[in-house]
């Protein structure tokens, strides 16, 4: 019998925390128990609490009534094994609940991954649903593994907002204005932006952030949010928004005028301001969901056609991350309801990573 700790939020007020624990039962046929490592936490798991109902991840992880468990992304390691030709002692990268273990119905085994088909979870998208074994994965390195839960997840998403604006011929544009430049997934679509050349990379950020984008090198210009008057709007521009404020991309759209070729709503860092639902001028901004431009690629690219090609630019990446992440550990229920606080606060620093675990 196997105790599993969780860390659950309560879903009407993020800000209400507590820790359950249950047994659970034997494993059945075909199952996979896992002990969960680490994770790391940033403002995209708050942002799958906030959208926890409307795009449904509350479900991936069931709670209590009225609690949710937010999904992260990190390591475990097999304990047991019913489950053919999944041993004991690997240690898989993947989806999980912020708790120290969980159970699994591996599919679809081959040596680099395996699908999860535990029904509850068949109607999500599939992206959650794969699990990578890290022996067949081309972009792990154990020395790595802090990075990559803290980045890997958002620097896909970073990977396919580059490729769809290349692949749209950048709807015309020669500049990209990226909002919250400092958080992870933003950084890495620029440092992709800055390699491909062609339009200059423009990062929105807050004043005090501003010294740590422009020491990135990877914007070419960076503006406070309250200095957007100075972005000339002398040509065609990408707006790619992470940030989610309803009025900074109304003050965006406004500023931009007829030369925004396309506005892409990505994100909702700016968790303390309203959400933009009123039409905004220019053209209607359209929501960027990673795991649906990843279904098309697969399906264009072929099974196995799309983690090489993330894996080459994720390891000319990593080095550039080294240089300006910083990573903080938290282990156990305490620390993790403390780290948990101060990033649903939008207090860590844009350098910092936090990978925490519940053991
Ligand atoms: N649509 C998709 O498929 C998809 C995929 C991946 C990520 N995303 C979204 O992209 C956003 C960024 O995620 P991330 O993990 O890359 O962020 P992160 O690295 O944790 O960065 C957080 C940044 O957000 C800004 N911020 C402002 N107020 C904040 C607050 N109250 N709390 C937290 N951050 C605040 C700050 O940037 P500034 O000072 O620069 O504003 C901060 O540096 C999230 O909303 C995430 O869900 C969407």
Redesign the pocket.
Known sequence: MTLTRSFVVARNDLARTDTLEHTLPPLGDGELLLKVDCFAF???????AETGDSIGYWQFFPAPEGWGQIPVWGFADVVESRCEGLAPGERIYGFWPMATHLVLRPQRVTDASFVDATPHRQALPAAYNLYLRTAGDPGYRREDEDLQALLR??FI?SFLIDDFLADEGFFGATRVVL?????????GLAFLLHRRGGAEVV????A??RGF?AGLGCYQRVLG?DQLAELPADRATVYVD???SATLRQQVHEHLGDQLAYSCA???????TARAKSPVPGVKPI?????DRLRKRAQDWGRGGIEPRVAEQWHRFVPMARGWLTVRHGAGAAAVQAAYAQ????Q???DVGLVLSMA
Do not use: C, E, Q
Not at 42 to 48: D, F, I, K, Q
Not at 287 to 291: D, I, K, R, S, V
């Open positions: 940033t403002a995209n798991n708050v942002t799958y997840p958002m998403t909002s919250s430049a400092s958080a992870k997934t933003a950084i990062g929105l950020t807050s005090g952030n984008v949010y992470f940030a989610g990505v994100g909702l860092s700016h968790r303390d929501f960027f969901f990673a795991p990033a649903l606060a939008g860590v620093p844009p």
